[in-house]
């Protein structure tokens, strides 16, 4: 079984940095994609970031404009989501997520989930 963790989740002002965490268990990283995917109260599921590491491809959300930085370390199986100038927009609960083969947009094609870390923004 696969059981993803996300952390590093909190309260910012607008401008502030954060660095979200995703620990994954009973994962092994080979051709496989984990991303990042938000969702704000009221609106829907978002993808954020993701990262295919048979490639090293990376696929990002137009919106982030340079702010954010995927990363993942392999031998730890950890994923990373650096951040930065965060803006009340960012606020939202941040999902790690995690499927076969390459990247994609959509939620539906991630058959592993996390519980979710909130982001909250303030002006």
């Known amino acids: 079984q696969v059981q993803l963790v996300e952390s590093g989740g909190g309260s910012v002002q607008a401008g502030g940095s954060l660095r979200l965490s995703c620990a994954a268990s009973g994962y092994t990283y080979s051709r496989n994609c984990m991303g990042w995917f938000r969702q704000a109260p009221g609106k829907e599921r978002e993808g954020v970031a993701a990262i295919y590491d048979g490639t090293g491809i990376i696929i990002m959300v137009d919106s982030a404009n340079g702010r954010f930085t995927i990363s993942q370390d392999i031998g730890k199986n950890m994923l990373f989501l650096q951040i930065n100038s965060l803006k009340p927009e960012d606020t939202a609960m941040y999902y790690c997520?995690?499927?076969?083969?390459?990247?994609?947009?959509?939620?539906?094609?991630?058959?592993?989930w996390g519980q979710g870390t909130q982001v909250t923004v303030s002006s």
């Open positions: 997520a995690a499927k076969a083969g390459g990247c994609s947009w959509s939620g539906a094609d991630f058959a592993f």
